[in-house]
C-alpha cells in the first residue's frame, strides 16, 4: 500500500513541467505544503509562487507536499508511516522546516491532521528541537493567526514573496543548529512575523502590533504558473496573476481589505509571463480579485487574440462590462462569465456597499446574453446583515428576469442553449471587514432559506441552484473569528478523526460565542495585534 501511495506520487510529479529538485546536503530544507487535495493546492498560483520564490534561493531546497488521499491516510494510520514530499519522497518530520500555505480555514483542521500523520508534535510547547520549525502563511493566517497559535511557531503576516526570503536568509546565518528558541532574535526587526509563543494568550495580544507585508511593485514579483500539469482544476490553462486586492471595497469580502491597496501588474509584464506561457498551453487563465480594474484589460486581451491565444479570466464586476470586452472574451473562447451580484435587492446591495444599480445590472446581463458566451454564474450571499426573508425572494424574481432577458435574446437570434448557475453562500464575518462584528446567521434560518430559493428554482428549465451546507459555514465562521480556545476544539477534532460536532459536545467551549454574538464595538478582537494598514 506505501508502495502505491508512492506509486501515485511518482506519476504526479512525472506528468509536470517546472518542477525542481536539488541536492540537499547543507541547505536549509523546506516542505511547502498544502493542506488539501494536489489538484486543488497545484491551482494555487501563491502557493506555487512561494514554491519557486524558495528555490531561487541557492542555500534552501524547497519540496511539496499535500494532503493524501483518504485511502493513505487509512494506511498512515495503520502502519504509522509518515506523509512524503512529492519530489524526493521525503518524510515531512525530517525536514528543516514545514511551511503551511493555508487558503481556507476549514482546511486547518487538514494542515493538524498532516502535522498528526507526521508524528510531529501538535503543540509547539511540546516540541523539541529535532522536529522542524512549524511556519504558517497565507490569506487565513493573515486576517486571523489564533486558532492556530497553539500548533505553529511562526506566521507570514500578509505577501509573502519578501518575507520568506528574509526569514531564510535569517535562518542561513545562524543555523547551526537550527533551534526555535532562537527564532524571536533571529527574527527581530521583521516586519510581517508573528511569533505566538512570545505573547500571552489573551483575546487581542493588548499592546501588540504585527505589521502587515505588502509589496509595493507587483512587477518585481511576476506571478504566473511556474509548473504545468493536467492535473488540477485549471489544468488546460497557463494561469498569471493581474493584480492583488479589490478597490471596492464591499463589507463582507476581505478581498477590499486585508489584501489592500488594490495594485496591478504592468502590461508589459503581464504579456512577459504570457510569453513563458504559451510555451506550455495555448489557453491563458487571468486570475484576480478585480480583472476589470487592470487600466489595460482590453488592450491586453486583444494582444492574446492577436498570438492565437485562447484565454478567460476569474470573474468580472457587473458594473463593468462593455460590449467591446465581451466580443474580446467571445474571441478569447470565452464560453462561461461568472459575475457577483451578491444580494437580490438594490436596499441591500447598497447596505453591503455594492456599488450596483438594478438598471446597470439588468443592461449587463443583456450585453452578454447576446453575446456568444453561453453559460452565466451569478454568486449570491444570504445571511447577510438586516437581510429579510423579501431579499431572498427578491433573488429568485432577479434571476427569473435574468433568465427572460436570455430567453428573449437566444429567441431573436436563434441562439443555442444557455445554463445559468445561481451559486449561493452563506454570510461568514471575516477579519478586519466592516462586517467582523456582525453575527452569522443561524443555521435554521439558513436552512429555510435555501429552502425557499430551492421552491423558487424547482422545474425552471435553464437554471441550476448550487449552495454551501450551512453546518460547515458555522464552523468557518468558528474558525474565522476564533481565538487560541477554537484552536482547543481544532485539537480534539483532529483527535476525533474530523468530527467537528462530536468535538463541539467534548469540549468546554460554546462555539455560539464565537458565530451567532455580534462583537461590541469597545471588544478587542483577537486579531487587533495586526495592523492591516487598510487604504
Not at 511551511?99 to 491532521?113: H, K, P, R, V
Not at 522542524?132 to 503576516?157: S, Y
Not at 434560518?445 to 449552495?467: A, C, M, Q, R, V
Amino acid at each position: 500500500m506505501l508502495c502505491q501511495y508512492r506509486k501515485n506520487l511518482k506519476k504526479l510529479l512525472a506528468q509536470e513541467r517546472g518542477y525542481v529538485v536539488k541536492d540537499m546536503a547543507g541547505k536549509i530544507s523546506v516542505v511547502l505544503v498544502y493542506p488539501n487535495t494536489y489538484n486543488v493546492g497545484m491551482s494555487n498560483l501563491g502557493f506555487q509562487k512561494i514554491y519557486s520564490t524558495l528555490n531561487q534561493l541557492e542555500y534552501v531546497v524547497c519540496e511539496r507536499s499535500f494532503l493524501p488521499s483518504e485511502e493513505d491516510i487509512s494506511y498512515l494510520k495503520k502502519t504509522k508511516k509518515s506523509p512524503i514530499s512529492l519530489e524526493s519522497q521525503k518524510p515531512l518530520g525530517k525536514f528543516d522546516i514545514v511551511a503551511f500555505s493555508i487558503t481556507f480555514e476549514m482546511d486547518y483542521l487538514f494542515a493538524l491532521q498532516i502535522l498528526n500523520l507526521s508524528h510531529i508534535p501538535l503543540k509547539s510547547a511540546n516540541r523539541l528541537n529535532k522536529d522542524p520549525i512549524i511556519i504558517a502563511g497565507g490569506i487565513c493566517p493573515t486576517f486571523n493567526p489564533e486558532p492556530l497559535a497553539n500548533f505553529v511557531d511562526l506566521v507570514a503576516i500578509g505577501e509573502g514573496e519578501e518575507v520568506i526570503r528574509e526569514i531564510m536568509e535569517r535562518i542561513n546565518e545562524d543555523r547551526n543548529p537550527l533551534n526555535r528558541k532562537n527564532l524571536p532574535h533571529l527574527l527581530t526587526g521583521i516586519d510581517g512575523i508573528y511569533i505566538p509563543s512570545e505573547y500571552p494568550s489573551k483575546n487581542g495580544q493588548k499592546g501588540l502590533k504585527i505589521k502587515k507585508r505588502w509589496i509595493s511593485d507587483l512587477d518585481q514579483y511576476p506571478t504566473s504558473s511556474s509548473i504545468i500539469t493536467d492535473q488540477t482544476i485549471f489544468g488546460d490553462m497557463f494561469l498569471i496573476e493581474v493584480g492583488k486586492g479589490c478597490k471596492m471595497k464591499c463589507k463582507f469580502c476581505e478581498a477590499g481589505y486585508i489584501c489592500s491597496p488594490a495594485r496591478f501588474y504592468s502590461k508589459a509584464t503581464i504579456l512577459k509571463e504570457v510569453q513563458k506561457g504559451k510555451v506550455y498551453r495555448r489557453k491563458i487563465g487571468l486570475v484576480g480579485s478585480a480583472i476589470c480594474d487592470h487600466p489595460d484589460i482590453e488592450e491586453i486581451m486583444l494582444e492574446l487574440h492577436n498570438q492565437e491565444l485562447g484565454f478567460s479570466v476569474s470573474s468580472l464586476r457587473l458594473n463593468q462590462i462593455t460590449s467591446n470586452l465581451l466580443k474580446l472574451l467571445e474571441l478569447g473562447g470565452c464560453k462561461t462569465i461568472a459575475v457577483a451580484p451578491e444580494a437580490g435587492s438594490k436596499r441591500l446591495r447598497k447596505a453591503i456597499n455594492k456599488q450596483l444599480t438594478d438598471e446597470k445590472l439588468f443592461d449587463s446581463i443583456r450585453l452578454i446574453a447576446e453575446s456568444g458566451i453561453q453559460n452565466l454564474k451569478l454568486y449570491y450571499i444570504i445571511g447577510l446583515p438586516n437581510e429579510a426573508l423579501e431579499d431572498i425572494k427578491s433573488i429568485i424574481r432577479e434571476v427569473k428576469s435574468i433568465k427572460g432577458i436570455f430567453n428573449a435574446v437566444r429567441i431573436k437570434k436563434r441562439m443555442s442553449m444557455f445554463l445559468i448557475t445561481v451559486s449561493v453562500n452563506a454570510f461568514v464575518p471575516k477579519p478586519m471587514t466592516p462586517f467582523q462584528r456582525e453575527p452569522m446567521d443561524y443555521t435554521a434560518s439558513l436552512k429555510e432559506k435555501l429552502k425557499i430559493l430551492k421552491t423558487g428554482f424547482k422545474g425552471n428549465k435553464n437554471i441550476k441552484l448550487i449552495y454551501d451546507i450551512p453546518k460547515w459555514s458555522f464552523i468557518q465562521t468558528l474558525l474565522s473569528r476564533g481565538d487560541r480556545k477554537v484552536g482547543e476544539l481544532l485539537c480534539k477534532a483532529v483527535e476525533l478523526d474530523g468530527d467537528w460536532f462530536e468535538a463541539i459536545r467534548e469540549v468546554n467551549i460554546n462555539p455560539d460565542f464565537y458565530v451567532y454574538r455580534k462583537y461590541d464595538k469597545n471588544e478587542l478582537l483577537p486579531w487587533s495585534f495586526i495592523d492591516a494598514e487598510i487604504q
